[in-house]
């Protein structure tokens, strides 16, 4: 029956007043002699006996009393009147406290004093014996109120100084406290929100419905937990809006009874920006990741494709050789020619923002450039849209590189006529002038993009590019350089077109500027330092000759060619080619064939191209194993795609010139001729050491 040790248990037994030991169940572990004595049956008290059974008392007193221990190892009064035989009974005074809290399934014990009321000789005496158990409770409740004092003052503290807004209510409805923070969210003073209804000093409206309240908010039974973890729109006293995280929490009393609700409102404008904002970068992500997969995709398709564009060149050019200056049939040829360039340089765009192609720098006339162009960009446009493009006088050569400076023409209008949506008037002006001097400080409504480096020149090129469509918002004109932001639909636009612009224009130390008015339209200026005047004419008369006959090389009979492509076509157009001028050509499939021919010839090969992209072996594995057989024998690579690691490692292999393949046709003899001769000199120099 004993719950402690032999020693304990004696002391305990022999203590002078009556002390029950009881779990948290009301069972009674033990009950020393003065409380045998007490209930006055010593022989019929048994072990695990519920107190509920000992007493006069209904249960419910019993478990108010067992309610009362748990509460405090501190004790504390009440009453109970206990049996005393079959009809006896005696009023008692119970001092009860939690001794020893629940764990690992043993239940709590509580330890309870039993003191019996009216007991004396005399009136005297039972008034003394209350008014000791009187000093007793005064003192108790006085420490029980301290304790109480100390522990609100805590917790207001607490709430006053959390970084939440808090409210309370009462059972009705009505603000009980607030604390700064919920006064700061709701724009209620706290001396008016107290005693107001909850549902006049908390505004809550949904997400996404500015006008309408949140269903049932505020309005709904108190135990209901449907607001809980919910972000709401919280519209304070003046006005402002707050995003909101709504948790509840019920008040109730020892009973279990309500007494009202805490609210307390979490502001999470921080974690939507941050969530937005994670959003936003994983957008991005995708699209840097689409936009690597095209990358690989056109370095990959840029092999074959080149193939066949620079047998569509080669032969053209073959043909016009073939043609007659005055055959009506020329005049196709060349048609075929500039589409053929065309679709040359459409893989060099694809490549210009994913893989950083060749920034190869020559004087650009921009006026032929403009001419050149002129078809692709109507075609960019509605077809009920209009293109003016207007160049004033004779304009100054730029240095730059013209296919992208051709990107950034067609990106340009191609947003313009984007921005024209349907309009029955619409129209897009391309104005290209010269300009001196520097351009005067930007309108009140025009944003500086690319500011204009100092000193500035004395000559620029001018281009305006300009719409009567929709415009933009200052919000949409403020990032329409950002990569990936776009107002097309999805699927419409990968947000990167001006954002290429911007890249190539920085590029060329160019100043760019832009203004928009909705529903006026938008201009975009953008000026391009200039070349003197001599280079401009040189430049012009370049362009001028692009669509003249084709450059024939100084080959030499002399001069042996060994060429190297898995594409038959190619080397077909090849072989006649360099036949055609005067060149003598021995062709391989493969680099398996190139070794063998060199094995097994012995004539002297005056170069070797090869093509990189073969299977089996590339062209710069092919190029090791030709210098290790002839040391002597230049190497040349023609490639589709002509990457910075290929750049790096042409050298190492012994490589001394890259081809750019689309361009073959057009200056193979030129490298040729440059290999050739320097080979020569080389040689030349060697007998005259």
């Not at 409206?205 to 449907?226: I, Q, T």
């Not at 066949?308 to 016009?320: M, T, Y």
């Amino acid at each position: 029956m004993s719950v402690t040790p032999q020693l304990g248990v004696q002391v305990f037994d022999a203590h002078p007043d009556a002390h029950w030991l009881l779990d948290d169940r009301g069972v009674l572990k033990h009950a020393n002699r003065a409380a045998l004595r007490l209930m006055g049956n010593l022989a019929k008290v048994p072990a695990g006996e519920k107190i509920s059974n000992l007493v006069v008392d209904e249960a419910t007193r019993c478990e108010d009393l067992i309610r009362q221990g748990l509460r405090s190892t501190v004790s504390t009064p009440a009453r109970l009147r206990l049996r005393t035989g079959d009809t006896g009974e005696v009023s008692c005074r119970c001092d009860i406290a939690l001794l020893s809290p629940a764990a690992s399934g043993v239940p709590a014990l509580l330890w309870c004093r039993l003191v019996e009321q009216g007991l004396g000789r005399n009136q005297f005496a039972v008034l003394n014996q209350q008014i000791q158990a009187l000093k007793l409770e005064v003192v108790r409740r006085q420490g029980a109120e301290a304790d109480m004092r100390r522990q609100s003052e805590w917790l207001e503290t607490v709430l006053l100084g959390i970084a939440e807004g808090v409210i309370a209510t009462d059972v009705n409805g009505f603000v009980l406290f607030m604390n700064p923070v919920a006064c700061e969210l709701t724009g209620w003073p706290r001396d008016l929100a107290l005693g107001q209804p909850i549902s006049e000093v908390v505004q809550l409206v949904s997400l996404g419905s500015p006008g309408a309240k949140a269903c049932g908010a505020l309005a709904v039974p108190l135990s209901d937990r449907h607001l809980d973890g919910k972000r709401l729109q919280l519209v304070g006293k003046g006005g402002k809006v707050s995003v909101v995280q709504v948790s509840t929490s019920a008040l109730t009393s020892e009973s279990g009874a309500s007494r009202g609700t805490v609210f307390v409102l979490r502001l999470v404008e921080s974690e939507l920006k941050a969530e937005r904002e994670q959003l936003a970068l994983e957008h991005q992500l995708r699209e840097s990741q689409k936009m690597e997969a095209l990358g690989t995709m056109a370095g990959g398709i840029a092999h074959d494709f080149n193939n066949i564009v620079a047998a569509i060149l080669g032969n053209v050019e073959l043909a016009l050789e073939d043609t007659a200056p005055d055959s009506d049939s020329r005049v196709s040829l060349i048609e075929i020619r500039k589409s053929g360039r065309r679709a040359r340089d459409l893989v060099q765009q694809i490549l210009t923002f994913s893989r950083r192609q060749d920034n190869t720098r020559a004087p650009v006339a921009v006026e032929a450039l403009l001419q050149e162009t002129q078809q692709m960009l109507r075609t960019a446009l509605p077809p009920e849209g209009e293109l003016v493009i207007q160049a004033e006088g004779r304009l100054p050569a730029v240095w730059g590189n013209a296919t992208q400076i051709e990107q950034v023409f067609l990106n340009l209008t191609g947003n313009a006529a984007q921005a024209l949506q349907g309009r029955a008037l619409g129209k897009v002006w391309v104005h290209a002038s010269r300009f001196e001097g520097a351009p005067l400080p930007c309108d009140p409504d025009e944003i500086e993009v690319i500011p204009m480096d100092a000193p500035w020149p004395d000559v620029s090129l001018c281009i305006r590019v300009s719409d009567n469509g929709v415009g933009m918002a200052p919000t949409t004109l403020a990032r329409i350089f950002e990569p990936f932001f776009t107002t097309k639909p999805v699927g419409s636009g990968t947000g990167l077109g001006l954002a290429v612009v911007h890249g190539i224009l920085r590029e060329h130390n160019a100043a760019l500027r832009v203004k928009s008015t909705l529903g006026q339209g938008t201009v975009f200026s953008v000026w391009l330092p200039a070349m003197d005047d001599s280079a401009s004419l040189s430049a012009a008369v370049q362009a001028a000759q692009v669509d003249a006959a084709p450059i024939k090389a100084k080959g030499a009979g002399a001069s042996r060619i060994l060429y190297v492509d898995d594409d038959e076509a190619m080397a077909f157009l090849v072989q006649r080619f360099l036949d055609r001028n005067g060149y003598r050509v021995t062709t391989c499939s493969s680099p398996e064939d190139a070794l063998h021919v060199l094995r097994s010839d012995d004539s002297v090969f005056t170069l070797c191209i090869t093509d990189y992209n073969m299977p089996g072996m590339s062209g710069l594995t092919l190029a090791r194993e030709i210098k290790s057989l002839r040391p002597a024998l230049s190497v040349a690579i023609a490639s589709g795609y002509i990457s910075d690691e290929l750049r790096e490692m042409a050298p190492q292999s012994g490589v001394r010139e890259l081809i750019y393949k689309p361009n073959t046709v057009e200056e193979l003899c030129r490298s040729i001729e440059r290999l050739v001769e320097r080979d020569a000199a080389g040689e030349a120099n060697g007998r005259c050491q």
